[in-house]
């Protein structure tokens, strides 16, 4: 079992799983230039917002030790950002280092930007952690509703979307960590695992980890989670996000509008997990996210094991059909039934994503010893 998803070798070189790999081959991959980190980011060897924007503040580190003059520092920030424009932990990450080394002389900036880098790091793993914390306090509070017409033992019956676990981020995960901390604690728990066309990300990511961690779960093709919720046998979902607009609109995984959409019909919480950072105050709702069209083959194409063990990629649509593929959609802030954040559960709305940002600037603050 793995521990964090980035670590620093012996060699110094920073390495990751591909997770274009899995879940039939483990095989880390070096970063060792702010090329391989880019690539990684594009390739979707590294996905997932908070991950995405660890390794864009290594990347970096990376493009400062080879040139630390301010136009290799603005080039690299630019360039870097380009790699995926949805999720706004890549922006955010990369800001946060550029204030960090901007101010300094060339000759100190690499190895500021590398320890700016590695406390993202940390502060990512102690955020996820503090996730599950609030998470697991709501899944509990609603196992305890729920108690009363269940039998003994009955598990508590949730559904995901899309990969918003430990390989997403720096460890624990966003949506899965409330469900790892309950699995930790011996609470019965089910995971409904969407499988997330076009890429399938919960059925070979999410699936792989909540297999690893020996979670009890079932994947499903992503049109049946409706059905399930009307049959009872769904008692929340509970998603990760890219970026939350400014009125708490929550840009996600392409099919996690129709996931809370259902989940609304049929009088189910929708909750949403996600660090701070991932709040966009700048994009006043949904309408203001950009949102990635991704290349035609991952439509047209689907890769799985072959019976001899081979790994390959099969066609799946007629030649010449035209193919459109979005990455992500907008679900409505009425829609979800609350953030749940480092800092605690805020309502989806415009003031409870100020009262959020608010809580994240007296957290850093704290953290950096500022009385306020």
């Known amino acids: 079992m793995m521990s964090r998803t980035l670590r620093i070798d012996e060699d110094g070189v920073l390495r990751t799983i591909d997770q274009t790999l899995l879940p039939f081959e483990r095989r880390e991959i070096a970063l060792r230039s702010v090329e391989d980190c880019r690539r990684a980011i594009v390739s979707m060897q590294v996905r997932g917002a908070p991950l995405i924007g660890a390794v864009g503040a290594w990347g970096l580190a990376l493009a400062l030790r080879d040139d630390p003059s301010d136009a290799a520092l603005h080039e690299a920030w630019r360039w870097l950002l380009g790699a995926r424009p949805t999720a706004v932990n890549l922006r955010w990450a990369l800001d946060r280092a550029m204030r960090r080394v901007a101010p300094l002389p060339p000759a100190q900036r690499a190895q500021a930007a590398r320890g700016e880098a590695m406390a993202i790091c ?3 793993a102690d955020c996820n952690r503090r996730i599950g914390e609030h998470g697991a306090a709501l899944l509990e509070a609603l196992r305890e509703r729920l108690a009363p017409n269940r039998r003994a033992g009955a598990p508590l019956n949730l559904l995901t979307h899309c990969n918003a676990g430990r390989i997403a981020t720096l460890d624990h995960g966003t949506a899965l960590a409330p469900i790892y901390l309950l699995h930790q604690r011996d609470v019965p728990v089910h995971v409904w695992v969407d499988e997330t ?34 049959q009872g046998r769904v008692d929340a979902a509970i998603v990760g996000c890219d970026r939350v607009a400014a009125n708490g609109d929550v840009a996600n995984k392409i099919g996690t509008y129709l996931k809370a959409l259902a989940a609304r019909d049929c009088g189910l919480p929708f909750w949403v997990a996600c660090p701070v950072s991932t709040i966009d105050p700048q994009a006043v709702d949904g309408d203001a996210v950009p949102i990635e069209e991704r290349d035609a083959r991952e439509v047209t194409h689907a890769t799985g094991r072959l019976a001899d063990g081979t790994i390959a990629a099969v066609q799946v649509v007629p030649d010449g059909s035209p193919v459109a593929n979005p ?28 009262r959020a940002l608010a809580a994240g600037l007296a957290g850093t603050a704290r953290t950096a010893g500022i009385a306020r």
Not at 204 to 214: D, I, K, M, N, P
Not at 327 to 354: I, K, N, Q, W
Request: glycine letters at 14%.
């Open 122 to 124: 940390d502060d990512d």
């Open 197 to 230: 066309r076009p890429r399938n990300q919960g059925a070979s990511l999410t699936a792989w980890e909540l297999a690893e961690r020996g979670v009890p779960h079932t994947v499903i093709v992503d049109n049946a989670g409706g059905l399930l919720m009307r």
């Open 327 to 354: 990455g992500f959609d907008v679900t409505p802030a009425r829609l979800v039934g609350g953030l749940v954040t480092e800092h605690g559960v805020f309502e989806a709305s415009a003031e409870g994503v100020a």
